[in-house]
Structure formats: structure tokens, C-alpha cells
């Protein structure tokens, strides 16, 4: 057992969750003003089918890369582990006229992304687009073009600000590829938004976790969220060592429901889509004695009433936008039970920052 205690202060990743709206100001900048951007931009534009491929949170971010950009442009896309792309090929059903594939990697090391986009490159013969917080990487050097936000590179294992910000940049392509500049926009006020928040999210966060001891975590979304619901049940398991669950919101009624009880913290990202629907959901679960953290841009009179931690955002964005400050909170979340089981979040047992394979 780790010695309890550990002193938070200073630690690689708190210091980062807590940097991600002004790193994200620098990524947007950077990128609004990049001729590499601008070349990725015109390589791509030809291409209506879309495949994103990562490993653990990376392929999160491609799951929740994909969901917008579906929403965003129309096109098709979809989201792969690298790992599939691998071991079952037929079930990127690639078409070398139309498909274009973004190989995601914060390192730009990791083995089965590397081995996945030289499959998808000079197998397959797609196009390829990679993107990572690390120039000069292999992952570069295996894929066509390359998009580097190296302001989000991290010092910690976990991954947080690398997540959101790689997510940011592949919403800025998207747009961009629209000609959409208002929802450019709309991502810089989410990282003022953020900014003005992030303190008040963390101090709440910290004395929830300070008051309540948990067997359980869930978190649930809809739709684009779903994959931010994923990535912050990896996020609790990552930095605290528990085991945590996601759920479509409306699918948690249809069994698992049952293991409701006051010892368990069920995390909704709610959507402004379905907002009426999800609130019923956490409604019911609070009566069968849950804990419950509602993260949302605006609450309704149903979610206070509801819940023991509301988290507003308050923006006036699009709700596409709202996909990386909603993983904030949850990071927090899984930095603080980590500490509050005397771990420490800069060395996740059993974890190493790269996965490389022999």
C-alpha cells in the first residue's frame, strides 16, 4: 500500500489540468497561424471519409474525434484502436479514394499506433495524418502529414491537457474545413470560460472527495460526450486505481442501475441536446440514494435539486465546444481520490508514459 499523505503541491499533474485553458489559447493560436495547418488543410480536403485511430485515451479522443466530426462536416467518420486496425483490418472497411486516417499519439512512440499508420500507409495506401505533442517524432515520420501541438506535451504518465488539446485541434480542422471561423471561435471563449471556473472546479472537487469514501464510479453521457464519459472512467482508474464504469445515460436504467447505492459516485456529462431526458435519468438515480456530480454547461431547477456537485460551465458556445472542458472536471476528480488513497497521480501503478512494444 503506498504511503498516505502524499503532498499534492507542485505535482506534474495537478499543475497541468490546471494549465490546460491557457495551453489551449497557445495550440488555437499557433495553429490559426500555422502554414503546417494550412497544409494539412489542403491535403485533406478532398477526403469524405474519415477513420481516427489511437490506444487507450488517445483512442478516446478518436472516438470523440469522430462523433464531431460527423456533426461537424456531415462526412462519415469512425473510430478505431490501433490495435484493431492490426489485428482485424476488414473492419476499417478503408476506401483508398475517399478515406483519410489520423493515427493519434502523444509521444508519437506508441508501438501499435506507429505499426497501425505505416499499415494504413504503405499496405492500404491511405493517406495519412498524424498528431502529437512531440516534433520531430516517429510518428511523423511514418505519416504523411503531421500536426504538432507541443504546448500540450506533459511531463505526467496520465494524459490530460495532451487529450483536450489534441481534441481542440482536430475541432479546429473541422471547422476550418467548413469555413466555419464562428466555431473556431467558439473553442477560444471555451478556454476563457474554463479559465474563469477551473479553480472553483477543482476547490469543489477536492472537498467532495474529502467528505464521501466511494466503491463504485460511473459515468454516463449521450452522444458526443459519450466518448469524454469514457475517457473519465479511464481517468479515475488511471490516477486513483479504482475501478470505474461508462454508460450511455439512458442505457444505465436497463440493468445496471442495480448497483446504486449511497457508496457509489455516478458522474453525468449532460448534454444541452438531451438535457430533459438525462435529467430524469439522474433524478432516479438520486432517489435510489446515489452521490451525484452534474457536469453541464447550464443546470435546469431538476439537476440542482438533484445532485451533490453541480459544475456549470456557463459559455455561450455551440455544444460541440463543450466536449474538452467537461473532461476537466473529471480529471480533477480522478487526481483527488488518487491522493486521497495515497497515491500519487505523477506515478500511476503498473503504468508507464509510452507503450512500446518489442
Partial sequence: ??????????????????????????????????????TILQRTSGRTDWLFVGCGTSFYLAEAAASSWSLITGQRARALPASEVLIFPQ????????????????????SEALRAAEILSRTQLVPTLGITCTSESELARVCDVTMTLDAADEKSMVMTRSFSSMLLGLLHLGASHMNDGS??????????????R???FN?????????HSFEDYVCLAQGPLFPIAREAALKITEMSCSYAQSYHTLEFRHGPKSIVSPRICL???????????????????????AVVIAICNRASDTVRRSSDLVLELEADIPELALQAPFIVPAQLLGFHL???KGFNPDEPRNLSRVVILD
Fill in 198 to 200: 477551473i479553480g472553483s
Fill in 267 to 289: 458522474t453525468f456529462f449532460l448534454s444541452e441536446s438531451g438535457m430533459s431526458a438525462e435529467s430524469e435519468v439522474l433524478s432516479e438515480m438520486k432517489g435510489l440514494g
Fill in 1 to 38: 500500500m503506498p504511503e498516505p499523505g502524499v503532498q499534492i503541491e507542485g505535482t506534474h499533474t495537478l499543475a497541468e489540468i490546471l494549465s490546460q485553458p491557457d495551453v489551449w489559447r497557445v495550440a488555437l493560436d499557433e495553429l490559426s497561424r500555422s502554414a503546417e495547418f494550412r
Fill in 91 to 110: 473492419l476499417a472497411q478503408l476506401d483508398q479514394r475517399q478515406t483519410q486516417a489520423v493515427v493519434i499519439s502523444r509521444s508519437g512512440r506508441t
Fill in 183 to 196: 466555431f473556431v471561435g467558439s473553442l477560444e471563449r471555451a478556454a476563457a470560460s474554463l479559465a474563469a
Fill in 338 to 340: 488518487g491522493v486521497q
Fill in 203 to 211: 476547490a469543489s472537487i477536492e472537498s467532495l472527495v474529502a467528505n
